[in-house]
């Protein structure tokens, strides 16, 4: 799959459980995104890494720890979480951090916390 | 603080009729916009923006500063536009900074 590509598409974890989010992309971009789309809420921007550099954490709780490791991968690491984080996560990435160059989505992980 | 406003939830029209999707933003500064648009099954993905003044599948949006507008517009509405809509900003002197969305206006275009 061209684009960027996220993994798994579906999640379904309990409070005390542990997983991580995967989004990796080959288009020679150097920024990547994750946002948070809950229902009845606008897109939540959480994370923004450039050049695998962190430069934005939007006050998310530390129960989201994002890495990354390389340009073409991030991940966002979950650990105890809440039922009110069951939301779709997006990953996005852009060939530099400016907006002029658009941003690429992923298809999304959808998140169900029980 | 930068806040993007889409003030319908949905927004249903007969084919072939004009069809505008609005949009109002807060922002002191010089903003960067844009529509997103996500079909059925499919990724978000960009529609166009204000800097580059195009007409995208006969969509166009106007920047309008004075009343913090940029309202999607089609003349003639088409089957294939039904998807959902998001108006997005960015703020920052270098333009650099990330995208804030507005919450979606889902546009249905009926037969």
């Known amino acids: 799959e061209t684009g960027v590509t996220q993994t798994p598409r579906h999640l379904v974890m309990g409070m005390t459980n542990k997983k991580s989010l995967k989004c990796e992309q080959h288009l020679g971009h150097n920024a990547m995104y994750w946002y948070k789309q809950s229902a009845k809420k606008p897109l939540e921007l959480m994370f923004v890494y450039s050049l695998e550099e962190r430069v934005e954490n939007n006050s998310v709780p530390s129960r989201f720890s994002p890495e990354c490791p390389n340009s073409s991968h991030l991940f966002l690491h979950l650990h105890t979480l809440q039922p009110e984080d069951s939301a779709l996560y997006l990953c996005a990435s852009s060939q530099e951090l400016g907006l002029r160059y658009g941003y690429t989505f992923g298809s999304g992980t959808r998140l169900t916390v029980v | 603080a930068q806040r993007v406003t889409q003030p319908e939830k949905l927004l249903s029209v007969f084919k072939g009729a004009p069809v505008e999707l609005k949009c109002n933003y807060s922002y002191s500064g010089s903003p960067e916009l844009f529509w997103y648009v996500q079909y059925s099954r499919q990724r978000l993905q960009l529609l166009l923006r204000?800097?580059s003044r195009e007409s995208i599948k006969g969509f166009t949006a106007d920047l309008n500063k004075g009343e913090t507008s940029f309202h999607l517009k089609k003349p003639f509405a088409q089957e294939e536009d039904s998807a959902m809509y998001y108006c997005?900003?960015?703020?920052?002197?270098?333009?650099?900074?990330?995208?804030?969305f507005g919450k979606g206006t889902r546009l249905s275009v009926i037969a």
């Open positions: 997005a900003l960015s703020g920052g002197n270098s333009g650099n900074t990330p995208l804030v």
């Open positions: 204000h800097i």
